[in-house]
């Protein structure tokens, strides 16, 4: 067996844990797996270098910025090395350079376009574990470039489908994937398994344990994911094209308190009209959810929607500015709204599904402001206050926390 | 001009003085030189990361300890290029990957085998400051390695050999090479100009300004060193082939007080016996300095020598175990002893330098030990009490202190 492991910055925060996963990733190797591992800097290490960099700059150049942050990873993944060694197994570690991991050239967020795999099949050949360093990556010209947001993960689960491995198992401070998010949801309960796409509709829901690249890497290469815990040994959740959906009608209810609604009031009820709001915010970057445009009436309507919290300053600016252009009367926001969400790959095949989630939250009294769903998804926007009765009002009603 | 800069890591030991550094590089850049800028890591960095390696393994790989070194000047490298970036300057940070310089295998003190200066040129051509990492290469197998002792100063002579540069200038907490260290001899003046044997020959005499290896480099490749400091405007020490060398007798006066001198009384006074004490001690890469054989007597000799500080213990202890071997009778170490030299390439051509030396100590009372003379050298062995006095002894006798 060949297996990728990855561990996030705080497994590898101190010596102590570095040791720690040492030991537990010569546990696989000795029983004779093959045994890869990605590392993140160690815990704070990243912030404490973009602090560095702001004393002398506060707007670094970003390809001087990677070249700095690249440094974190090659620190954790040579402190491994000489924590496995100290344990008696051979190790070697490899940074961007050294696989190499070759990237776009966008420094800050690069993608990952192809992994050269000889270096780390010799090294396995010759019975060593490799560490390879996570985030990072190179351009065409030679440059270090890294991957943003969840760039670790998408190194390990690049990894494991360059290298055709058995299993990508992504360690981290939970110990797999919930029904809910046990902090508010007593009942909640761990999935032993569950599919890409409901990975990915509650990754988007922030509910947090993977980073949404890579589930969407793994569901095109198939790499077998399992979400583990670091400090226990727990079995975790394996993430697969195909769980045994007849079980459950629906795998996870997800809170999402960081959206916040804007609502743009009296636009002309005329064609193009959306198409103009959402472009402006588009070629911010900006993402928008949920959408709600009401009936026209007296030749006007309203367009509202959600955006995270660290969009909603930039969101209403740019419409501020638009005014003009756009034509509307009126501009509001509404931080104290909430996106609830249940996933289940069983509810394509089941009606009544959104219709059971409705009644759960009618039975506690609490309103629904706007609803978008997909195939695997229904999604409700409520208060934020109503938020936490209303994530076990739902689990109850779907009987999630039953075996 | 092409000018290489080197700075040590006090140099760049906060963002403050980084963003000092990268004003004055500016400068010559400004002027319209091609600047190349080698830096060390920022000061404390690399015991920092020692430190840390000890905390997973005592007897670290070194390997790994080079991949975990080779992180400092990464760092300090991209931090300059940020700050020339706030002033305004493109500056891009190249590492040992990514210049690259080659080097041998050899973990923990490389040697440098070839630089490709492809992307140098390149850069420098774009008008760009290039910064490249000190202290650091990479062997054939794509591993980091690092130069041992004052490595950044040979990856600075190596990078202006191999790009024909007009000056390499070495920036130092001193403000150049003085006839004596000034801290000891009040009257000690700065030299303008020294030859690379003179400098070489103060290196080994623990002047301390230039490690040896890039002072060697720079005499093989004729490359103009200059010496100067990081905090002052002063013109430094030029370190060339020749320099006008019947000004003066003499260059400086240096005094070594990490010498020990050990004795091995009663060996045979026979044939080999010399070798095998010797051959002892180089085969565990013991440097031994000057050298006394007493003349035979009753069938036995003594012999006397020095050795640093550093491998004085080691020292004895192998002699001690050799006891049976090399048939002595007894063995013995002064650690109160120190070296004082006269270094001057004028000496060649002008007997009688030795002489005046000598005087000069008698004239102070100051009991001379041993003595070693090599072209451009004489030094003697004294008491460590007399070492201050006996420096200005001779610093005046030879009129050191006068321009």
């Given at each position: 067996?060949?297996i990728?492991?990855?561990?996030?910055?705080?497994?590898?925060?101190?010596?102590?844990?570095?040791?720690?996963i040492?030991?537990?990733?010569?546990?696989?190797?000795?029983?004779?797996?093959?045994?890869?591992?990605?590392?993140?800097?160690?815990d704070?290490?990243?912030?404490?270098?973009i602090?560095?960099?702001?004393k002398?700059?506060?707007?670094?150049?970003?390809r001087e910025?990677?070249?700095l942050?690249?440094?974190?990873?090659?620190?954790?993944?040579?402190?491994?090395?000489?924590?496995?060694d100290?344990?008696?197994?051979r190790?070697?570690?490899l940074?961007a350079?050294?696989?190499?991991?070759h990237?776009?050239?966008r420094?800050?967020?690069?993608?990952?376009?192809r992994?050269?795999?000889?270096?780390?099949?010799?090294?396995?050949?010759?019975?060593?574990i490799?560490i390879?360093?996570?985030?990072?990556?190179?351009?065409?010209?030679?440059?270090f470039?890294?991957?943003?947001?969840?760039g670790?993960?998408?190194?390990a689960?690049?990894?494991?489908?360059?290298?055709?491995?058995?299993?990508?198992?992504?360690?981290?401070?939970?110990?797999?994937?919930?029904t809910?998010?046990?902090r508010?949801c007593?009942k909640?309960?761990?999935l032993?398994?569950?599919t890409?796409?409901?990975?990915?509709?509650?990754?988007?829901?922030?509910?947090?344990?993977?980073?949404?690249?890579?589930v969407?890497?793994?569901?095109?290469?198939?790499?077998r994911?399992?979400?583990?815990s670091?400090?226990?040994?727990?079995?975790g959740?394996?993430v697969?094209?195909r769980?045994?959906?007849?079980?459950?009608?629906?795998?996870g209810?997800?809170l999402?308190k960081?959206?916040?609604?804007?609502?743009?009031?009296g636009?002309?009820?005329?064609?193009?009209?959306?198409?103009?709001?959402?472009?402006?915010?588009?070629?911010?970057?900006?993402n928008?959810?949920v959408i709600?445009?009401?009936?026209?009436?007296?030749?006007l309507k309203?367009?509202?929607?959600?955006?995270?919290?660290d969009?909603?300053?930039?969101a209403?600016?740019l419409?501020?500015?638009?005014?003009?252009r756009?034509?509307?009367?009126?501009?509001?926001?509404?931080?104290?709204?909430?996106k609830?969400?249940?996933?289940?790959?069983?509810?394509?095949?089941n009606?009544?599904?959104?219709?059971?989630?409705?009644?759960?939250?009618?039975?506690?009294?609490?309103?629904?402001?706007?609803?978008?769903?997909?195939?695997?998804?229904?999604?409700?926007?409520?208060s934020?206050?109503d938020?936490e009765?209303?994530?076990?009002?739902?689990?109850?009603?779907?009987?999630?926390g039953?075996?």
């Open positions: 067996m060949l990728v492991k990855k561990f996030g910055g705080t497994s590898v925060g101190n010596p102590d844990r570095i040791m720690k040492a030991a537990r990733c010569i546990e696989d190797y000795s029983r004779g797996d093959d045994v890869v591992v990605v590392l993140s800097a160690m704070q290490t990243t912030d404490e270098l602090d560095l960099a702001h002398v700059n506060e707007k670094p150049p970003k910025l990677d070249m942050l690249a440094t974190g990873e090659q620190v954790s993944a040579a402190m491994m090395a000489m924590a496995m100290r344990l008696g197994v190790a070697v570690s940074n350079f050294q696989v190499p991991m990237t776009t050239s420094y800050g967020s690069a993608r990952l376009k992994i050269d795999t000889d270096r780390i099949m010799h090294e396995l050949e010759d019975r060593k490799v390879v360093t996570g985030f990072q990556g190179v351009n065409k010209y030679d440059d470039t890294t991957l943003g947001r969840g670790s993960d998408t190194t689960v690049a990894l494991a489908a360059s290298l055709h491995a058995d299993a990508c198992e992504i360690y981290t401070d939970v110990d797999g994937v919930y809910a998010d046990p508010i007593p909640a309960r761990k032993p398994e569950i890409y796409d409901e990975m990915l509709d509650l990754s988007t829901l922030g509910a947090g344990v993977l980073h949404n690249r890579s969407e890497m793994a569901k095109k290469y198939e790499v994911l399992i979400v583990r670091s400090l226990n040994r727990s079995e959740t394996i697969e094209e769980v045994n959906v007849e079980k459950m009608l629906i795998s209810v997800a999402d960081s959206a916040d609604r804007i609502s743009v009031i636009l002309r009820d005329e064609p193009g009209v959306a198409f103009k709001l959402f472009d402006v915010l588009a070629k911010a970057n900006i928008i959810d709600l445009q009401s009936i026209g009436r007296d030749g309203d367009i509202s929607f959600t955006v995270s919290d969009d909603a300053d930039d209403m600016q419409l501020q500015d638009s005014q003009t756009l034509h509307y009367r009126d501009l509001s926001i509404n931080k104290e709204v909430a609830l969400s249940i996933v289940g790959a069983g509810m394509m095949s009606p009544g599904v959104a219709a059971k989630m409705f009644e759960a939250l009618y039975n506690e009294d609490i309103n629904i402001n706007m609803i978008s769903t997909s195939e695997i998804r229904v999604t409700v926007l409520i934020e206050r938020g009765r209303a994530v076990n009002a739902v689990h109850d009603a779907f009987g999630l039953e075996e």
